[in-house]
């Protein structure tokens, strides 16, 4: 092998004039966090919705859940991205598509929300079978005690549904960081997209995706503690999770 | 203490050897004695240097240059037969690719610049280009100061999207600067209005307009960002014994008119697969390299001819 390595190369100032190698990697961290902060809100409300539509005892709403899931997972997220940033535009009236175009952090928005549709549509299948886990009983019971529908998912279902899958959640919020990854697409220039354009500029290919990597796995493995702590504060004793 | 003593021997024994058989060839030259074969990396896309024509087959004003150096390698080794094997490489894979020894040569359109030769090396320069931008005719930008305020896109990790953001604030412009992921984004930015602008080296910009549906609506502008910057082929650092040989080749290319015939052949004429003319006269600095080919980094070094 023929290379070069220069670790002292995150040290030296980059060629956009914001600082050094290091602080543009950094700064393409922070939007990755931004980014899969907004996509994971985004999910996990949409994702809520609809699961618990997915369920109601209503044809039509657990039609329109099935729907909008058929729809957003069976196509690849690079592909929805693409549509939403560059063919969306195209299809509204000429003045609101130019309105679109000319938004400030387009990449953005339309990440973050492009993102976030996708994940929902796993969170919602998720929280479906967290529900559809539940003894049949709980729900006649809730009914017997005279609450209605909202009641019932309210105090009885949803809390336990969640705190069931809140494991696998998890790991939906790690994919929804990773996923950001492909915003590069639409041109947003979160930590893949610097750790590429480092390597453009300064050729040292390995240490850029390197220090790209060790962001990825820290910040990942922040999310997982945190879920952890999550997980063992809202254990309910003697239940699944619970001790 | 016997042991140690034989691995010792064993060592210098082995060392002894390989330093005995590299003294006739060295580094790329021996690996493609040895194995019989030369790999050529190539772009997919970077048309007029080295792209896929209709039959997928790489081709291009670089890969033509890249089989003279070939040939040139092939008698340097008195050689009957060399096998030519190609990989297809991007921006993010040439550098691993070339390191590893999975290609030998890079024949694309890789900016020459004193950053990159830290890593790799460049023989001579076989096109020079300068920054400029493409704008639709409609949009009315004539001068670099027309771009104020507007949103401008470049191809990210380029020395373009640089120069742009140096200009943006040396000239106050207050563009509003957005990174693509490729050419092709970019310039989709620009055709569907996303952006007003898209900086880029100008050969590749008048690639991108005549293969659009629309040629007549884009204008490429007169203003520059940049002095004109050299392309290279692209070989690995520290291999001065090969460096020699694609040095000579290229510029017994460039200096014998092979290399003007070359150059006329892929920017004036029309080239595979659509029949595309580029219609880019060669320029004085080029020409005047030709005459005395040089491999210099620097913009400055490139001068027309008196």
Redesign the interface.
């Known amino acids: ?4 390595w ?1 670790w002292h190369i995150f040290l030296e100032p980059n ?3 914001t600082g050094t190698y290091l602080d543009m990697l950094l700064s393409g961290l922070w939007l990755t966090i931004g980014t899969g902060l907004a996509a994971w809100i985004i999910a996990l409300v949409l994702g809520s919705i609809v699961g618990v539509l997915r369920t109601l005892p209503s044809r039509a709403a657990s039609w329109i859940g099935f729907a909008y899931v058929e729809f957003f997972r069976n196509m690849p997220l690079l592909v929805q991205l693409f549509l939403w940033f ?1 063919v969306l ?2 299809l509204l009236p000429r003045t609101w598509g ?1 309105w679109l ?2 938004l ?1 952090h ?2 953005f928005y339309t990440a973050a929300i492009g993102i976030g549709l996708f994940m929902s549509a796993r969170v919602a299948e998720q929280l479906r079978a967290g529900i559809g886990s539940l003894p049949r009983g709980q729900k006649m019971a809730a009914t017997a005690l005279g609450l209605n529908t909202v009641q019932t998912y309210a105090y009885v279902l949803l809390p336990m549904a969640f705190r069931i899958i809140l494991p696998p959640l998890t790991s939906e919020f790690i994919n929804t960081i990773k996923n950001t990854a492909v915003a ?4 947003l ?1 979160e930590l893949t ?1 610097e750790a ?11 240490e850029a995706f390197t220090a790209a990597t060790v962001m990825y796995l820290l910040l990942n493995l922040v999310i997982v503690t945190a879920m952890r702590l999550i997980e063992r504060a809202v254990a309910i004793p003697g239940y699944i999770s619970g001790k | 203490m016997k042991r140690s003593y034989l691995f010792g021997l064993a060592l210098a024994a082995a060392f002894g050897a390989s330093q005995a058989g590299a003294e006739e060839l060295t580094g790329t030259l021996k690996n493609i004695k040895d194995t019989g074969a030369i790999t050529l990396g190539f772009r997919d896309s970077s048309i007029p240097f080295s792209y896929l024509d209709d039959n997928q087959k790489p081709v291009g004003f670089a890969m033509d240059i890249c089989y003279k150096v070939v040939d040139a390698v092939k008698k340097e080794l008195k050689l009957d037969k060399l096998e030519v094997k190609l990989n297809p490489v991007t ?2 894979t040439r ?2 690719l ?4 999975t290609i030998d040569l890079e024949c694309g359109s890789t900016t020459n610049n004193a ?2 030769q ?3 090396t460049f023989t001579n320069t076989h096109f020079l280009t300068a920054s400029r931008y493409v704008s639709k005719k409609s949009s009315n930008i004539n001068s670099i100061d027309d771009l104020k305020g507007k ?1 401008v ?1 470049s191809t ?4 373009n ?2 120069q742009l ?2 200009a943006n ?1 040396a000239r106050n412009l207050g563009a ?1 600067i ?4 490729d050419h092709a ?1 970019a310039f ?2 620009v055709e ?3 952006a007003a602008a898209f900086v880029m080296d100008d050969i590749l910009l008048a690639s991108l307009v005549a293969g659009s549906k629309d040629p007549s609506i884009y204008v490429i502008s007169k203003d520059a960002f940049s002095k004109p910057e050299p392309y290279g082929i692209m070989l ?4 001065p014994a090969f460096k020699k040989v694609v040095d000579a080749a290229t510029a017994a290319v460039y200096t014998s008119g092979e290399g003007q015939k070359l150059y006329d052949q892929w920017f004036m004429a029309k080239i595979p697969p659509k029949g595309l003319n580029l219609n880019t006269p060669i320029g004085p600095e080029l020409k005047a390299e030709f005459a005395k080919p040089s491999d210099s980094p620097d913009p400055d070094s490139y001068k027309p001819a008196m």
């Open positions: 092998m023929n290379y070069h220069n060629p956009m004039g560059f535009p195209e130019l175009k000319q400030p387009a990449p590069i697409t639409i041109g220039l997209g590429r354009s480092m390597q453009e500029f300064s050729f040292q290919v390995f | 921006s993010s550098i691993p070339l390191a590893n020894g950053e990159r830290k890593q790799v949103t896109v990210a990790g380029t020395t999207i640089k953001t140096e604030v509003n957005i990174p693509a992921k984004e989709l930015m569907t209005d996303r690995r650092k520290d291999d």
